[in-house]
């Protein structure tokens, strides 16, 4: 199963739409989580809003995470280990306020943390191909020296 999500806070009707159309492609389930829906799909399932118990079941069956660049989004996938592709919103055609998603991406893609697709094409190869892995994992534990660090401060 592939989970595609947007975030919380807005609509993001072009996403959704590639998604859909992907998932009339593939023989496998996708589930977008999208708020503020303006797009009915036809093939993908789709939701406006999970609680957090449902969003972290959803999140740990999906054998790919495709989403916005949320940062919150991307270190949970990569603290479960899972591959992950981001789709920024793109400010210029009104779907965020200003361009810091791209500006995510394009940092999460330098790194090598994470697949990036900036338009349709793109995502729809990344999401058809089954050989993809996660590029970066993280713990979810603080590191042994951030956590030295913060007891010489604290004590």
Known sequence: ???????????FDRFAKIMDSISAEIEEDIIIQCPEKHYTPKSAKMVNFMNPDEYADI??????????AGIGTIVSAMQ??????????????????????LAT??????LGYAYVAYDEEQLRELVINP?????????????????????ENIG
């Open 80 to 101: 479960q280990n899972k591959p992950i592709i981001i789709f920024p919103r793109v400010a210029a055609l009104g779907e965020h306020r200003n361009e810091h998603q």
């Open 59 to 68: 999140f740990a069956k999906a054998r790919l995470i495709v989403a916005h």
């Open 1 to 11: 199963m592939i989970f595609a999500t947007a975030g919380t806070q807005l609509s």
């Open 105 to 110: 991406a394009r940092q999460m893609e330098k």
């Open 131 to 151: 050989d993809l892995r996660p590029m970066h994992t993280i713990s979810e534990l603080a590191s042994p020296s951030l956590i030295e660090a913060i007891r």
